[in-house]
């Protein structure tokens, strides 16, 4: 959602700064204050004099003799101080009493037995969540894949993955309802990606949730560079809004296997929960971060 509170902020910094300058070039004009401009025609030419309220007229000449010029600057400026001193003013009254609009914000301003549920409200609706899931598979279509020839399971709709236990994780995530995309590329740099294994939206909500299967984290060989490498990914998640926990969940394999009992309670617990207060201020940052949040995607400054 945008702020428009701190937009209007900006813009009274903004209005300020701005007459300051103007004031300073009245300043600086104050030898030309008082005087006024008429016009005489001749020949389809317009000629300028000057003069002071009750005083002579001062011939001038052409629009282009500097008092002419002079004159008008100052008047000019008067009039942008003006309309500034009217903006600054309506700004300071609106910010004053202008009330956010966010969920949460409307959310406190209600007796407590008036607050609906956050599922009931959110902004997302369904159509727009499609159109938004829809682009996002048009724009992974258009990126090859990495190593595409380690994609050797199919899954039940046709999708490829590399192991049977993605395609086993990719089956449950369906089921529960989550829009899912595998190893889509998030352009965290120009031409750099994250390629998460799971990319998860709730199909209500609009959450999105990242799900990464770290398969040979316990590995006997080379667990240690598997996990630093996750460790290197995970600072870019944060910067991306991405939270171990929160919003980017990861499961294991042991000697004992994939414990699917967990990771199927993990799954309903992530379709039916409630999105708390810190996820909502998560996904309107990254409505801000990523634009209009249609591809997930963020361009290094």
Known sequence: MINYKNILLNALQDHQQLKKQYKAKIKELAAFDGLFLTTSHREGKTYYSCFYSGGKRRYLGRETHEVVRKIRDLRFCKKMVEILDDNIRLLREFTERYCDTDVESVRQRLPKQYIPLLTDILELNTDSIEARVQAMRERKAAIPPRHPEALRITTFDGTLVRSRVEALLYERFCSAGFYVLYEYPIE??????????????????GQVILWEHLGRWFHAENSRQYRD????????????????????????????????EWISGQIEHLYNSVPTTSLLSIREK????????????????
Not at 188 to 205: E, M, N, Q, R, S
Not at 242 to 251: E, R, T, V
């Open 286 to 301: 990254q409505l801000h971060d990523f634009a209009d949040f249609n591809l997930l995607i963020k361009t290094a400054s």
């Open 188 to 205: 965290y740099a120009p031409g750099k990606y994250l390629c998460p294994d799971f990319l998860l939206i709730h199909p209500v909500t």
């Open 229 to 260: 490498s996750f460790n290197w990914k995970t600072d870019i998640y944060r910067e991306l809004g991405f939270i171990p926990g929160i919003n980017l969940q990861m499961s294991f394999e042991t000697d004992s296997g994939l414990d699917l």
